[in-house]
């Protein structure tokens, strides 16, 4: 016999709807910095993504995997290093290869990774970010 779905639903206080809402306002304003950025010539894509979604622009569609994997791969293990050497906070990552570079940085509760070519220069779209 299917089992009956409960009808209640949880209500969120005030204080907690406001800061949602916050948080949503937070991310909004980042995903218009990101839009601005990716129509620099050397930006290749970026990844937004918090609790709730996850907003991945990429100006080659077939490498959003990709990108999604290194992005996650790359903010693990510099969290993780960050634990193990005891380093504090880190305000930002960057990870360079031959051809591209990956900034890497965490606004609130928003992870970014920015993809470039890498003649980039990172410190400008961070900036651009913050």
Do not use: C, H, W
């Not at 005030?14 to 949503?24: G, H, M, V």
């Not at 990101?34 to 010539?41: G, T």
């Amino acid at each position: 016999m299917p089992r009956k779905k409960s009808s209640k639903k949880k209500t969120k206080t005030p204080e907690e709807a406001q800061s949602l809402a916050e948080k949503d306002k937070e991310t909004e304003m980042l995903k218009t910095k990101l839009e601005s950025i990716k129509d620099m010539p050397e930006v290749i894509g970026y990844i937004l993504r918090n609790s709730r979604s996850a907003t991945i622009d990429a100006k080659d569609p077939t490498k959003i995997i990709d990108y999604a994997m290194l992005s996650a791969a790359t903010i693990e293990t510099a969290e993780k290093l960050v634990k193990i050497f005891q380093l504090g906070e880190a305000k930002k990552t960057v990870l360079e290869g031959n051809t591209a570079k990956l900034l890497s940085l965490s606004i609130g509760e928003n992870s970014i990774s920015v993809f470039m070519e890498k003649n980039a220069k990172e410190d400008k779209i961070f900036r651009n970010l913050t």
